[in-house]
């Protein structure tokens, strides 16, 4: 029996199809000798998943974690990290400065020095005369031992971190609103949210894992609505249904009027506001849902339009968006709001849109502040690391809660001092003014950062200050200015807990051994409470040791993780607190019957905001009032600062990745064409920029993506310090710097 | 007359759908510090079209993620291992054998992203 | 006559549906698949032009489909 060309044809055609079909892939698989470590982004707040490539004890590449939130997506930065770990500016070893340089030295002289000034210090002026200024990219275990250490060990609330340029306002907002910190929803709420209000940041550029959430969600519900709300026509504007430009510190006017809008046409909660809302003025909860619509009055859309110079229609168009029935609403918002004198009020004004609505609690409704550091939520926020908090939602100023933590750390009662230390701004003046001559400055940049950065500048630099700085990189703008200079070991050389924005606690794991003589920031802590005679505070011989005595401390109180053990962390790809017990699964919708572990099944109604006595929430009438610094006829343009996708913060780490120190590295002002005419300058010219406090010489970029009378530069560039313009006005409430407006002139160079 | 075997007509289809063999591809020197799209909006605005429309474009993985630093390790064909820094869950599907010998932009087209269809938006 | 073994990728969870579809296709032989998002086929077509073409249209016209890739082409010039 023989067979036909055509059947041999056809029966090799079906088998290759058939062979090609098969071979179900296994896991990824490790070519010889490779090794993936599972952590975290180092940058954003956002806090991707990765795993970290290890080859022949070098980290070569990074790979999305495709079982974490970010579904194995990577921003340009996060994609380009391997590089940070080896840059040519990597401080390797310790240095003092000797005869006006800085020179090198072992550990054994440069903690020695370090010691011994910060005893003389407290000998002879007092505990108060010592600072500790840290950071939202501290982990969890490092700030926790600093917090520790200066508050129960050394005795000084003079404990501050750089959240409070970002985020403090944030955190005063919800604590005023809810009466806890931190946002009820999570990630997940993008996925079933109808209508988005971004007002005040620039997600494609800031948080852009979040963003193409954002976009992912539109592609799969065309109806889908993006409103934004920026003066600049941002990236993040590209999938805007509505923009809104705005005149820079207007905001308020605007939101209050959509407000205005939601209760004239009716599109409020009655029964919502009923069970859950009480209203107030001032700090008192002492109005009425009348009162709230008597002071919305002023706030009719055509009267906010004019303050703002928008259009009435589109913030009514607005509102009606958040406000239909039926609509899963959802906010974002990161510095726009937050860094601004009124930015406590700005946020409650958030909070009112969701409260009067009822659209809080259910996937997709809910007002979510998008944090801008990777643990400035986990180690400062909710470790309590500033100078007016405890740990886990504790006061300074509560009796109650200080003898708390004097049991918990097992120190005599009354060794916490009762009255909370100086926020950033004040602690930085006080080292202006000669009263406080040590700081300790760990993993941040504010000889870079800070707002008026030409007036702290100097005061770093006075005789009688002694600035130890642990960092990673040198030469930095605060390295710079350092009396010792010790080396910090980076991100993939250490192990620790970040915190980010949706409450999701995940676990860094170590990667390769610390470069050089660099050592872990929580073991340099460690070692100078040992020199200060205060090691029995701080034992720690690893992470984990301090990770188990952080699990104590949260126990009982609203952020109660102490179900979060390491092991579990090890295994799993982050977790959402609160997680009261080992075998909870996390908590996705906060403040929640039958999400949220720590409101009782028995609770009437679907919501509990336990955070308050009376577990409402406040909807404020807050004012619209402007910024501190409008222009005047002196200084007639504003001044706003801001971020590109290239870089991140200080960028002391993505200007050592090749990709990146040509990308948008230097900051130029952004002016858009109609100025530009009037200053007689096209792009690549260049400027000056002058306010009161300080002046610069930028490139200029002309771009009508800028607003008329609105010049942006970005924070990014050592050589070019947009702070040296900002004002260092600061939230009354928050203590939060302004640094989003100011009054500046702009002239041809 | 016998007909050319089929498989030798789709030869060049095959072939111009396989990775580029790794020779040296030079970008012109030009300043490091100007943005990519200002050369290229005017000597290949179709790419820089593309790009901008596709999801990359949308979300800005600009062109040094896949194409690397201008300089010495510059590359004009992003590898595998470039894209499954974000991409890694295709990567085991990439050891099937019948995408032996190619990689993703055998089937990807390098700007639009998109499998064969070369369609305005975005596509699938 | 041309003759070739195809892989057709769909859609996760169309590829029975596609399948469905191309069943009574004039030349198109379905002999297995992964029943999720794959199709083994064999196709006859009269040239290769015609081959290109049909996979051309599959591929444009079936928004479910998203690719097909031959394994082995062979001609049978009879």
Known sequence: ?749 | MRKAPLFILLLPLLLAAAPAKKAMVVHPDVDPNEPCDVCHKEVTPEIVDAWYESKHGMNNVKCFVCHGPLGPEFMRRAPVNRCVGCHGDKEASMALPFFKGKDCFSCHAGHELNPHKLVKGGGK | MVIAGVVITTVPGKAPFVAASLAHQEGVKLVGGDGRERIAAVVQRASGEELERWAESLVAEDERVLGVFPTFVGADPA
């Open chain 1, 1 to 749: 029996m023989s067979i036909t060309r055509r059947e041999f044809l056809e029966s090799a055609a079906a088998a290759s199809a058939l062979a090609a079909l098969s071979g179900v892939p296994g896991k990824a698989l490790a070519a010889g000798g490779e090794r993936w470590v599972k952590s975290v982004c180092r940058y954003c707040g956002t806090g991707c998943g990765l795993y970290i490539g290890v080859r022949d004890g070098k980290v070569f590449a990074v790979r999305g974690d495709k079982d974490n939130h970010n579904d194995g997506y990577l921003c340009l930065k996060g994609f380009l990290l391997p590089q940070i770990l080896t840059a040519p500016t990597r401080c390797l070893y310790p240095m003092i400065r000797k005869d006006g340089k800085l020179v090198r030295a072992s550990w054994d002289e440069a903690m020695s020095l370090v010691a011994a000034k910060f005893k003389e210090a407290i000998e002879k002026y007092g505990p108060d005369s010592v600072a500790f200024y840290g950071s939202g990219q501290g982990l969890t275990e490092e700030t926790y031992v600093a917090n520790k250490l200066f508050k129960a060990g050394i005795r000084t609330n003079n404990v501050e971190g750089n959240p409070r340029l970002c985020m403090a306002s944030a955190v005063a907002g919800y604590v005023t609103t809810y009466g806890k910190d931190e946002p009820m929803g999570c990630y997940e709420d993008i996925d079933h949210a109808d209508v988005f209000l971004l007002v005040g940041s620039n997600t494609a550029e800031a948080h852009p894992i979040i963003f193409q959430r954002i976009v992912r969600r539109k592609e799969k519900a065309p109806g889908t609505k993006v409103i934004v709300l920026d003066p600049r026509r941002t990236p993040t504007a590209r999938i805007a249904d509505l923009h809104i430009s705005f005149k820079p510190g207007t905001d308020l006017a605007i939101l209050n009027a959509m407000a205005y809008v939601l209760v004239t046409e009716g599109l409020f909660d009655e029964a919502f506001i009923k069970n859950h809302v009480v209203f107030g003025e001032g700090t008192e909860t002492n109005k009425s849902f009348e009162d709230y619509k008597a002071f919305l009055a002023q706030y009719t859309p055509e009267k906010a339009a004019e303050i703002a110079g928008c259009k009435a229609e589109d913030i009514v168009t607005a509102a009606r968006w958040f406000g239909e029935r039926g609509k899963a609403a959802m906010s974002m918002w990161t510095m726009g709001l937050n860094q601004r004198t009124k930015g406590v009020w700005a946020n409650n004004l958030v909070h009112n849109l969701h409260l009067i609505t009822g659209k809080i609690g259910i996937p997709g409704s809910t007002p979510f502040s998008l944090t801008g550091q990777p643990n400035a939520c986990g180690g400062v926020r909710d470790g309590g690391a500033l100078s007016h908090l405890l740990p886990y939602g504790r006061l300074i100023a509560n009796d109650k809660h200080r003898a708390e933590m004097e049991k918990l750390w097992g120190v005599p009662e009354g060794t916490l001092k009762p009255k909370p230390g100086p926020s950033t701004m004040e602690m930085f003046q006080k080292i202006e003014a000669g009263e406080i001559r040590c700081i300790y400055i760990m993993c941040t940049n504010p000889g870079q950062s800070l707002p008026n950065v030409g007036r702290y500048r100097k005061a770093l630099q006075r005789e009688d200050v002694f600035v130890v700085v642990a960092e990673a990189f040198h030469p930095t703008r605060t390295t710079e200015l350092a009396d010792v200079v010790l080396p910090a070991a980076l991100w993939a050389e250490k192990e620790g807990v970040y915190g980010c924005s949706e409450r999701r606690y995940q676990l860094l794991e170590q990667a390769i051994p610390p470069a050089g003589e660099s050592r872990p920031d929580f073991e340099i802590l460690c070692d100078l409470g040992r020199r200060l005679g205060l090691g029995h505070l701080v034992p720690f011989k690893t992470p984990t040791d301090i990770w188990n005595e952080i699990l104590t401390i949260c126990k009982g109180t609203v952020y109660d993780f102490s179900g979060m053990t390491r092991e579990r962390l090890r295994q799993a790809h982050g977790i959402l607190w609160p997680v009261p017990t080992p075998d909870h699964p996390g908590t996705k919708w906060r403040y929640v019957k039958g999400e949220d572990p720590l409101v009782p099944a028995d609770w009437p109604h679907r919501i509990k905001f336990y955070g308050r006595p009376d577990n409402k929430a406040v909807v404020w009438l807050r004012p619209h009032k402007g910024p501190e610094e409008a222009p005047d006829p002196q200084f007639p343009m504003y001044y706003t600062t801001g971020r590109v996708i290239e870089h991140w913060h200080t960028g002391t780490m993505t200007r050592t990745c090749k990709e990146l120190v040509h990308a948008n590295a230097e900051a130029v002002a952004e002016i858009h064409p109609k100025d530009a005419a009037r200053l007689g300058v096209k792009t690549g010219d260049k400027v000056r920029i002058t306010s009161r406090r300080g002046s610069e010489v930028f490139k200029v970029k002309v771009t009508d993506t800028s607003k008329e009378n609105l010049v942006f530069v970005h924070m990014h560039d050592d050589q070019h310090l947009c702070n040296l313009m900002t004002i260092d006005a600061v939230d009354p409430v928050s203590k939060q710097p302004e640094f989003k407006i100011c009054a500046v002139k702009v002239e041809k160079v």
